[in-house]
């Protein structure tokens, strides 16, 4: 199983500043065929279903505001929000569907400051 | 509007049964793989199983192969999930959701609490 972990577990922020959450995949979810990284970023409100943020590592949702984006490839990912508002408060993960168990990271919590 | 609603869920013994329904609305149920993601209390997201639009190909999590079975109902646009043989760890909320390069709708979840 690849073993999805990201840093930190949990993340406090002021109003207005960045917010970087790390994730590191125990393999390479890059595929060589398309040369796209299997990997999605979801935001996790208390009471509400998960929300798809990023996919293909770096590719936008249609509707996710554009504070929020994704870098990286092969085994190292980064979720960033560049300038934070308050109802970004949320836990995070990050997700890897380029093999079967389709595994999460164990979240990162999101407080502000 | 796109809407996925779970039902089924409640309280069952250790060694009984279960069976999750999830109703697909407002999207091509036919065009995605669709899953089932749980989260047990206080812990955080972990997939179940996924199956293929046509449902030839089905996918589970070690832990719960063999106890659970996923399928769907293409004319009724539903996803099921048989779960037998629960356990105490199978506590959780579990979401359906429908794949594409990621998760993309999400359900609000059943729970389902296993206990004596």
Redesign the interface.
Known sequence: ?IVMTQSPDSLAVSLGERATINCKSSQSVLSRSNNKN?L?W?Q?KPG?????L???AS?R?SGVPDRFSGSGSGTDFTLTISTLKAEDVA?Y?C?Q?YS????????TKLEIK | EVQLVESGGGLVQPGGSLRLSCAASGFTFTGYWMAWVRQAPGKGLEWVANIKQDGSDKYYLASVKGRFAISRDNAENSLYLQMNTLRAEDTAVYYCAASGAGLLYWGRGTLVTVSS
């Open positions: 199983d299997y999605a979801y996790h509400q279903p998960p929300k798809l990023i996919y293909w590719t949702e836990v993960y997700q569907f079967i168990p389709n595994t999460f990271g164990q979240g």
